[in-house]
């Protein structure tokens, strides 16, 4: 069984929106802190989004106020609403758990800007 399955990713143009979604199975939804992650061809793996340990969102600076991270809880599901999309949101998006030493990744999914 895959612990986290993303889904919502796919190609828009500037300015579009998409919304990614994260299935977790429940243990790991109940038990870990869930966020958003993404890597550029060339580039470091970045944090975008995620809840912290006490529930509260957490953004990066340059996706402040376009993107809103969210869950349902009675979905095990995490999602990640991006608005106003740029090119250089252009990445690979990856879920996680942030498990102690060992954090839990998706499989990812690709999100491309592009006119």
């Known amino acids: 069984q895959v612990p986290l399955v993303e889904s919502g990713g796919g190609l828009v143009q500037p300015g579009g929106s998409l919304r990614l979604s994260c299935a977790a199975s429940?243990?790991?939804?109940?038990?870990?802190?869930m966020g958003w992650y993404r890597q550029a061809p060339g580039k470091q793996r970045e944090l975008v989004a995620r809840?912290?340990?006490?529930?509260?969102?957490n953004y990066a600076d340059s996706v402040k106020g376009r993107f809103t991270i969210s869950r349902d809880n009675a979905k095990n599901t995490v999602y990640l609403q991006m608005n106003s999309l740029k090119p250089e949101d252009t990445a690979v998006y990856y879920c996680n758990a942030d498990r102690v030493f060992s954090p839990i990744w998706g499989q990812g999914t690709q999100v491309t800007v592009s006119s």
């Open positions: 429940g243990s790991i939804f109940s038990r870990y802190a």
């Open positions: 809840f912290t340990r006490d529930g509260m969102p």
